[in-house]
């Protein structure tokens, strides 16, 4: 599998659960797994992959931790990166901004020339709008762990599985 580092901002503690779960379907080691508080250019270039996770806060914004390693990933040259996005979101209180915090980070690295993997189908979803979706697709995994917290665990599974081919 190629060197995959997983990157996630998490202020209540679920995207870090989400984030530790994905790595351990994976087989991602736990030193593999970083807070991207503490992200710095060294170590996004240590890796092949990454796999990013945030959750959506406000009117739709991303976790406060990524905008600083928002900055570090947009001032490297990522061509030759894949990228995997995961979002935790409230799809019941916040339907009009669910995992809007995905849809960012895909926005704000859509022309650095990586290679985006993981888009998940919308289908199994209830929300009203969310600028994580392009032509019926999240951009990567979508999670409601307040209000389907019984799909969590099936959803981290049948994605994990996906990214393995494109990981391989």
């Known amino acids: 599998m190629k060197k995959?580092?997983?990157f996630y901002?998490?202020?209540?503690?679920?995207?870090?659960?989400?984030?530790?779960?994905?790595?351990?379907?994976?087989?991602?080691?736990q030193a593999d797994v970083h807070d991207v508080s503490k992200m710095s250019a060294?170590?996004?270039?240590?890796?092949?992959?990454?796999i990013l996770g945030t959750s959506?806060?406000?009117?739709?914004e991303l976790q406060d931790d990524w905008y600083d390693g928002i900055k570090v990933l947009k001032g490297m040259d990522l061509k030759d990166k894949i990228i995997a996005l995961f979002g935790c979101?409230?799809?019941?209180?916040?339907g009009d901004t669910f995992c809007d915090g995905m849809g960012i980070l895909y926005e704000d690295l859509k022309t650095s020339g990586c290679r985006f993997i993981g888009a998940v189908s919308d289908a199994?979803?209830?929300?009203?709008?969310?600028i994580s979706v392009i032509d019926g697709n999240f951009v990567g995994l979508a999670i409601d762990d307040?209000?389907?917290s019984e799909k969590t665990e099936e959803r981290i599974a049948s994605w994990t599985d996906m990214l393995k081919a494109d990981l391989a």
């Open 4 to 6: 995959t580092g997983v």
């Open 124 to 130: 199994d979803y209830t929300y009203s709008s969310s």
């Open 9 to 29: 901002g998490s202020t209540t503690g679920t995207t870090e659960s989400v984030a530790n779960l994905i790595a351990e379907k994976l087989g991602i080691a």
């Open 89 to 94: 979101g409230d799809s019941e209180s916040y």
């Open 42 to 50: 060294d170590m996004v270039k240590a890796y092949e992959a990454l």
């Open 56 to 60: 959506t806060w406000g009117d739709g």
């Open 146 to 148: 307040v209000n389907e």
